[in-house]
């Protein structure tokens, strides 16, 4: 029998019987392996615990900061349906506008880009369709009206039917 109060308290195995050592005790506390943490790992050919500090990850190349606003993304988007629109002079402005905020903070502005072609675009065509009208429809429509008020003057006042058109010359006279 075993006394509960000796030190060696443990039971004897009987004669002819193996030995068995009793099982370990499981520890009080098992820790978990650490997480993982980035700024731990020392900086490549940099022996850990040499003192060497920590490289800073380097800025984004292109763009700005995941998550931020693009300065004057809206506005070139603005830019970009007035140009659209057709109202170039003011999306022409706000093209340049959009695009100078966007090239400080050194973000591509394409719809800012886009206002600004199509706009300078329109309007120089627009310039030279008004270039085009004063140089020939006006001067044309010029003539038509003389050669008209000569033709009334000729025939009189009355109402009159030339290649299909008919012509009051009472009231082209009275103006």
Do not use: H
């Not at 090239?103 to 065509?125: D, E, P, R």
């Amino acid at each position: 029998m075993t006394d509960p109060q000796s030190p060696d308290s443990t039971p004897r195995p009987a004669e002819g019987e193996a030995s068995v050592p009793p099982a370990p005790a499981p520890p009080a506390y098992v820790q978990p392996p650490p997480a993982y943490n980035p700024g731990s790992v020392p900086p490549y050919g940099a022996q850990p615990g040499s003192g060497q500090p920590y490289a800073a990850a380097p800025p984004a190349a292109y763009g700005p900061a995941a998550g931020g606003a693009v300065p004057g993304k809206t506005l070139g988007i603005v830019a970009f349906v007035l140009s659209l629109l057709l109202f170039q002079l003011i999306a022409l402005i706000l093209g340049i506008v959009a695009l100078v905020q966007s090239k400080k903070a050194g973000a591509k502005n394409g719809f800012a880009l886009a206002a600004i072609i199509i706009s300078s675009v329109t309007m120089v065509l627009g310039l030279i369709f008004l270039a085009i009208f004063l140089a020939v429809v006006l001067p044309t429509l010029a003539m038509g009206a003389e050669e008209l008020y000569s033709f009334c003057l000729a025939n009189g006042p009355g109402v009159y039917e030339t290649n299909g058109i008919e012509i009051d010359c009472g009231e082209i006279l009275d103006q």
